[in-house]
């Protein structure tokens, strides 16, 4: 069992886009039409739909264009940029973009950047370096922004020039090229925030003693959080044992994440030590179809405290490579409470162990997972829509103390 010493839900409508999305309707607009037509990864439950298993679609690619200097804009006092919101981007760091700043917040560690003038035409912005930033403080960096159908992706293409100047006049990012278009490396995609649930969990002296998750301590989905499946049957869905729906038809006892959305479970008793052999299993909804398996692969972290996180290493290389190796959401899950199949019982139940040993962790009492799909097929094909992404099962604990 666990104390809710603080509840906080953030359930945020359609009508709160962040501010400046709204200025591309028709963008959001071609992605509402096209998330209707999928049903990502939840088997054949009647409420979803069969959905289409064929190979994902590659990432919609701009024009080509030659990186060229941006232009010198002076900002228009009444002008807002458009871009203010708040987002997670696809490795789990968020990023509050307001009129003023922008916040990178990655673990325990904060970037600050103080912006001071902006292009909504030429989509970029100039900001300073905070003073306090770990990396290059008081300079400057030029941040880079561009839209490919739905998806808003940005490059920090300058971020230790000497002065605004020096960061203005930088190269801009090729926007032709999200692979390696921001100076040799990727674009970064930008999910907004639709709303996260969050609720304090504590240790508590009556334990349920079972090897399940005790509490969510956060939600931040992908998509609009009340409108994810799941969510209706939040936070049960996801707190006991697994619900699986065998080889080839993926359970639908889940919670889907959405495009880069991510879960905190907390264990108050008992907790994951490190022991002989795989430690934790988290249980998703793969399931085969043919010769392949269809899955929406998940990193994994681990915590002692929340604060100070160890992820798993996860294969991903956009090209939807088989098996994404170390991610979690690869193997179909079996058990389930049809069935006389032990959980825990790896030879059997399906689902996918991970070992502390891996990551030199000797005990934790968090497990966080982020939604990996765009990473592991290099688009949004697979995560879009109230369906999408990493539909959570369970996470079952296997040495404990």
Not at 140 to 162: G, M, N, P
Not at 322 to 342: E, L, Q, R, Y
Request: hydrophobic share 35%.
């Amino acid at each position: 069992m666990y104390h809710l010493t603080h509840v906080l839900v953030d359930v945020r409508s359609t009508s709160a886009v962040p501010h400046g999305l709204c200025g591309r309707p028709l963008r959001w607009a071609g992605a509402a039409l096209f998330a209707t037509l999928l049903a990502a990864g939840c088997g054949s439950s009647s409420e979803q739909g069969d959905g289409d298993t064929s190979p994902p679609a590659e990432t919609p690619t701009p024009p080509a264009e030659s990186p060229t200097p941006a232009p010198s804009p002076t900002p228009v006092p009444d002008e807002s940029l458009e871009i203010i919101g708040t987002y997670t981007d696809d490795w789990g760091s968020t990023h509050d973009i307001t009129g003023e700043t922008w916040t990178m917040t990655m673990g325990s560690d904060v970037s600050l950047f103080h912006i001071t003038q902006w292009s909504n035409d030429d989509d970029f912005l100039v900001a300073q370096n905070d003073s306090s930033n770990a990396w290059n403080p008081d300079l400057w960096s030029r941040f880079d922004w561009t839209w490919v159908d739905s998806s808003l992706y940005f490059c920090q293409i300058a971020y230790a020039a000497e002065g605004e100047d020096a960061a203005l006049v930088e190269t801009s990012a090729d926007r032709a090229d999200l692979e390696a278009g921001c100076g040799g490396f990727g674009w970064s995609r930008l999910n907004p925030d639709y709303g996260t649930a969050r609720v304090l969990c504590a240790p508590s002296s009556q334990g349920s003693s079972d090897p399940y998750a005790d509490c969510v301590e956060n939600y931040s989905p992908g998509g609009f959080m009340e409108e994810m499946y799941g969510f209706d049957r939040f936070p049960d869905v996801v707190l006991g044992p697994p619900e699986g729906g065998g080889l080839e038809e993926g359970g639908t006892d889940v919670l889907s994440l959405g495009c880069g959305g991510s879960i905190v479970l907390f264990f108050d008793d008992p907790i994951v030590v490190d022991g002989p052999g795989p430690d934790l299993v988290v249980f998703e909804n793969p399931f085969q179809t043919g010769d392949t398996t269809f899955a929406e692969p998940g990193r994994v972290s681990v915590s002692e405290d929340g604060e100070t996180w160890v992820t798993f290493p996860c294969s991903l290389d956009g090209n939807a490579t088989w098996p994404p190796d170390g991610c979690a959401g690869v193997n179909p899950v079996i058990a389930g409470s049809s069935d006389d199949i032990d959980p825990l019982d790896m030879q059997s139940a399906g689902g996918d162990s991970f070992d502390l040993a891996d990551v030199g962790v000797l005990r934790a009492r968090y497990v966080r997972i982020v939604d990996a799909s765009i990473a592991y097929y290099g688009s949004d094909t697979w995560c879009l829509g109230s369906t999408g992404g990493f539909d959570l099962d369970a996470v079952a604990l296997l040495n404990t103390e």
